[in-house]
């Protein structure tokens, strides 16, 4: 392997570690700290997983955090009383919503309702207008994007200039990374395509790439001949193609590949990002870092 692995698992100790040190400051200068609140509508597993871990990472950092678990017959009418609560909650500076939601509530509705000074996901249209806008304007550019763009600055591969390629147009990774990319500014400044499945020639897109971002949600999508030599790949795919028995634990846990053919890609590579082990573990410390962020807004620093 000739490419230079970006580890997720170790960008997000050093990230944690400087949230962490801001916190504190926080505090000692101004008697507060971030707070988060965790709206969870009944009780879906991979949720209550996907929860219990923001939890944690908040309560590592000394956040004031709320888990706030709420009945699946909960109505939407209450759902909605709840985030106004929260609003005018002033110990609170991220709200979230855990998505899914009980087939009785609309999710747009509910979601639109989150106050955009403290949706630290960044998907309220408030915010998606923001992050358009660019600049000064943005708040809270929304997580795995967010730590796609940290994983890059701190890999020290240079984006301005750069043609970047983004496989992918979803609302939470393709599209906001390569609206982020496209910025004038510092991480950013690149030349941005973004490809899909109406692309006519995907394979042609991608070899020009100095940065390759693939969010397509499809194993092996992309054939180590597509990959620029030196090229910085970031694989944002998670599938599951499998089981396997944990050789610690006994138990049966996913077998998991990314929308990249790693091994191979990992010759011609000059940066790749493994997968478990990338972009995956960046999401919920950058929204640790968005709900910091938010306080400080409010306090003016
Ligand atoms: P999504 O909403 O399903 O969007 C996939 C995008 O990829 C679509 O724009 C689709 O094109 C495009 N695409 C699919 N197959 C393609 C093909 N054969 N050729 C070209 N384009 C293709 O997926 P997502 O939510 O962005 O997630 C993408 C992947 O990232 C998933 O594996 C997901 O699990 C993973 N993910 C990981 C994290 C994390 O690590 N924290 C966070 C979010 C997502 P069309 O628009 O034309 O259909």
Redesign the pocket.
Same mark, same amino acid.
């Given at each position: 392997m000739s490419a230079k692995l970006l580890k997720g698992t170790e960008i997000r100790e050093a990230l944690l570690a400087e949230i962490k040190q801001e916190v504190e400051a926080i505090k000692a200068a101004h008697g507060v700290v971030p707070g988060l609140v965790t709206i969870l509508v009944g009780s879906n597993p991979a949720s209550l997983s996907y929860v219990s871990l923001k939890i944690k990472t908040a309560h590592s950092l000394g956040f004031h955090e709320i888990q706030d678990s709420q009945p699946a017959d909960i109505s939407e009418a209450a759902l909605l009383a709840l985030l106004e609560k929260y609003k005018r909650d002033d110990t609170i500076h991220g709200i979230l919503v855990q998505l899914p939601l009980p087939p009785h509530i609309n999710e747009k509705k509910v979601l639109d309702a989150i106050d955009p000074d403290k949706d630290v996901d960044g998907f309220h249209p408030v915010n998606v207008g923001r992050l358009l806008i660019g600049g000064k304007e943005v708040k809270f550019p929304p997580c @795995?994007p967010a #730590?796609i763009q940290e994983m890059i600055r701190r890999s020290g591969v240079e984006t301005s200039g750069a043609e970047v390629v983004v %496989?992918?147009?979803?609302n939470? %990774?393709?599209k906001p990374i390569a609206n982020m990319l496209m910025q004038k500014g510092p991480g950013a400044n690149a030349t941005v395509t973004v &490809?899909?499945?109406? @692309?006519k020639n *995907?394979a042609a897109h991608c070899q020009r790439a100095d940065i390759l971002i693939v $969010? $397509? #949600?499809?194993p092996g *999508?992309v054939k180590p001949e597509w990959i620029k030599p030196g090229a910085c790949v970031i694989d &944002? #795919? &998670?599938?599951r193609v499998g089981e396997k028995t944990d050789e610690k634990t006994g138990r049966q846990v996913a077998i998991l590949r990314g929308?990249v053919d790693f091994d191979a890609a990992a010759k011609i590579a000059g940066f790749i990002t493994p997968v478990p082990g990338g &972009?995956?573990p960046? @999401?919920i410390t950058m929204l640790m870092r968005n709900t910091l962020n938010s306080l400080k807004f409010r306090l003016g620093i």
């Open positions: @795995t #730590g %496989v992918g147009r979803s939470i %990774v393709g &490809v899909h499945t109406g @692309t *995907l $969010a $397509a #949600g499809v *999508l &944002v #795919g &998670v599938n929308d &972009v995956g960046m @999401t």
